[in-house]
């Protein structure tokens, strides 16, 4: 079984520049979640999409974005990148809806670097 | 808001030696979730081990086990027969029981087992 895979591994990117990172989650899992994590803020939550419908969010600014397709997959949008937005960008999967009880499974992440 | 606190940023183990890694959390939730996830270098974050508040029994994966004390709020982790491959970053983390949670996570031990 594939696991959740995050493309691309790393990215470098100009201030200014808009970015999107994908993810594929583990086949019939329709939760996903993103994470950013950076060495002073540690591991955040941005969003959390089931069914193509984001039923939560983290506190970041209106620059961070996403979506989810039918098939599960999903996307998040960074505009106007800053240098703070430098960092690991971690997606997880989950085929348990109530509170996922820890089912998370985990992509190696794409590390974006603001330049 | 929930608040997860690892008070030892690094640790060190001879290998085959029993270690501790401690986590204290902070909710006014009832129903939720603690885990412990591990992060190695290729930085894909692994489920070890995860605890139901409801449960008074500790949850034990092989040579993981924990020591949840529900009223002191504390989650610590104990690693039996350390491994040169259990090097990594650890993370504890909570989750409230509804759908669509987000991980909250504390801001990780660095584990080095020495041979």
């Known amino acids: 079984k594939a696991g959740v895979t995050q493309t691309p591994r790393y990215l470098i990117k100009t201030r200014g520049q808009q970015v999107t990172l994908s993810c594929s989650p583990i086949?019939?899992?329709?939760?996903v979640s993103w994470y950013q994590q950076t060495p002073g803020q540690g591991l955040q939550f941005l969003f959390e999409?089931?069914?193509?419908?984001?039923?939560n969010k983290g506190n970041f600014p209106g620059r961070f974005s996403g979506r989810q397709f039918s098939n599960s997959r999903s996307e998040m949008n960074v505009s106007t990148l800053e240098l703070g937005d430098s960092a690991l960008y971690l997606c997880?999967?989950?085929?348990?809806?109530?509170?996922?009880?820890?089912?998370?499974?985990f992509g190696s992440g794409t590390r974006l670097t603001v330049v | 808001a929930q608040t997860v606190t690892q008070s030892q940023p690094e640790m060190s183990v001879q290998e085959a030696e029993t270690v501790t890694l401690s986590c204290t959390y902070d909710?006014?939730?009832?129903?939720?979730?603690l885990f412990w996830y591990k992060q190695p270098p290729s930085r894909q974050m692994i489920l070890v081990i995860r605890q139901e508040a409801y449960k008074q029994q500790n949850a034990t994966e092989n040579r993981f086990s924990v020591n949840f004390q529900k009223a002191a709020k504390s989650f610590s982790l104990k690693i039996s027969d350390s491994q040169l491959g259990d090097t990594a970053m650890y993370f504890c983390a909570f989750m409230k029981q509804t759908s669509g949670s987000r991980l909250t996570f504390g801001e990780g031990t660095q584990l080095t087992v020495n041979p």
């Open positions: 997880a999967s989950s085929g348990i809806d109530q509170g996922a009880m820890g089912g998370y499974t």
């Open positions: 086949s019939g899992h329709r939760s």
């Open positions: 909710t006014s939730e009832s129903n939720y979730y």
């Open positions: 999409y089931f069914s193509e419908t984001q039923r």
